[in-house]
């Protein structure tokens, strides 16, 4: 697929690497942006193809660092074309795919698979994140550095916590070496053993096994210890209550190397929105209490919490619609990180361009992209974007291979019109 030299009219350009947001215009050529003017354009050449934006806002492609698919192993769940088609629909132009899958994405030859199979699709980038250990089973430390020089961008076991500490730390000293992040969930795992919520009176009353939150707590004091003894860069996966901002507030004020995420869906939701035994509410870490939301809100606005992540983790039909407790966790989220995003824009609690900042330039720069920006000779990764643009979020027409959207049935307002990818129109 070739990229056709492009000019974007009539625009509002948000930018959050260069701090501009107003009107202008851009120039696509030869896969990387030529030109960005405030202001109207000027003289177009004549072999430009020209998109009239309509005055709706022109953004950097979106970056979303945590990615589920089932590719390899559990294709039913998931491939990576029906992921990057998914991202492409939602203005996602960069995914960072997670390395527990089947086999698990722990040495160089799986690393290489995955890049090969995203040319081979040529929609948007895909990027694999190695396992931080053998089979992300804990125990043994991962070839960190050949994955490394095979092209993964960080280290991570997903969504199982390394509990024995020397492994953590060597893993941690070993990729600071290499100035490359370490992502881990912060949870006890025997604290959270079998619990499918949060601990608390809703929890309680419908006798929902559940898990306290100082178990984030807990393990988020360790790690912050290891990474500040190890000088490595610990990326917090998916931070969800205020117990824990503040030990990751005082991490950071000793000058810990620590940055953290939090999933769309930690934003939007509250424990409440499991309702009556919502499997498509079931997540991992759980929804928590309405008082953490808005916790997580003000952390992100502050910068305490750095990036925003889709939490993207696809579950079919046989695997939700079960018991509330045997139900996988898990929610889709490629086509809904934006829109669901946006509702903090709408709702005034963060400006927009700050709002994009966490899905673009911040986690671009975290893992060392050139991504996340619209700037002359920065790759032609663009979404234009109608802000108000009403949605009812129908999981059925969602284009992931899975359906379990804990959005489902949800009003939001905003939609990617148009999503390119090096220059090539991917989507609209």
């Known amino acids: 697929m070739t990229s056709q030299p492009t ?47 309509g005055g709706h806002v022109l953004i950097p492609g979106l970056v979303d660092l945590r990615v589920k698919t089932g590719e390899p192993g559990s294709e039913t769940k998931e491939t990576l074309k029906s992921a990057s088609r998914a991202a492409a629909a939602g203005g996602v132009t960069s995914i960072v795919v997670q390395p527990d899958t089947d086999p698990a994405v722990d040495e160089p030859a799986v690393v290489d698979f995955i890049l090969r199979r995203a040319r081979d699709i040529e929609l948007v980038h895909v990027y694999p994140a190695g396992a931080a250990t053998k089979g992300c089973r804990g125990e043994q430390m991962a070839e960190i550095g050949l ?6 961008v960080y280290i991570t076991d997903a969504d199982s916590p390394i509990v024995d500490s020397k492994t953590f730390r060597r893993v941690l000293t070993y990729a600071s070496g290499f100035d490359m992040v370490v992502a881990h969930r912060p949870v006890d ?46 990326l917090v996966d998916q931070i969800t209550c205020a117990d824990a901002l503040e030990s990751l507030e005082r991490g950071k004020a000793k000058g810990i190397r620590a940055f953290a995420s939090c999933s769309i869906n930690h934003l939007t939701f509250n424990e409440l929105d499991i309702g009556a035994w919502r499997t498509f509410a079931k997540l991992d870490p759980p929804l928590r209490k309405e008082a953490d939301r808005q916790a997580l809100i003000d952390a992100l606005a502050s910068g305490l919490v750095d990036i925003v992540v889709s939490a993207h983790a696809p579950a079919p039909a046989e695997d939700k619609r079960l018991p509330f407790n045997l139900a996988a966790p898990g929610s889709v989220g490629l086509e809904t990180l934006l829109p669901g995003l946006l509702t903090l824009h709408h709702e005034g609690r963060i400006p927009l361009i700050d709002l994009i900042a966490t899905v673009t330039v911040k986690p671009a720069e975290l893992i060392g992209l050139k991504a996340g920006r619209i700037a002359k000779g920065a790759p032609a990764d663009l979404v234009l974007v109608d802000l108000n643009a009403p949605r ?23 939609r990617a019109l148009k999503t390119m990818v090096d220059g090539r129109v991917v989507f609209g």
């Open 392 to 414: 009812l979020i129908d999981a059925d027409k969602l284009l992931s291979k899975s359906k379990n959207s804990a959005f489902d049935g949800r009003r939001l307002q905003g």
């Open 147 to 152: 994955m490394h020089d095979a092209g993964a």
């Open 189 to 234: 795992p025997w604290l959270a053993k079998g619990s499918s919520a949060t601990a608390g009176e809703f929890a309680g009353r419908f006798g929902i096994p559940s898990v306290p939150v100082v178990a984030e707590r807990i393990m988020l004091e360790r790690d912050l210890a290891l990474a500040e003894l190890s000088k490595a860069r610990l």
């Open 7 to 53: 000019a974007f009219i009539n625009v509002r350009i948000v930018d959050p690497a260069s701090g501009y947001d107003g009107p202008g215009g851009v120039v696509v050529r030869g896969g990387v942006i030529a030109e960005v003017r405030k202001g109207a354009l000027g003289d177009l050449s004549d072999d430009l193809k020209v998109i009239d934006g």
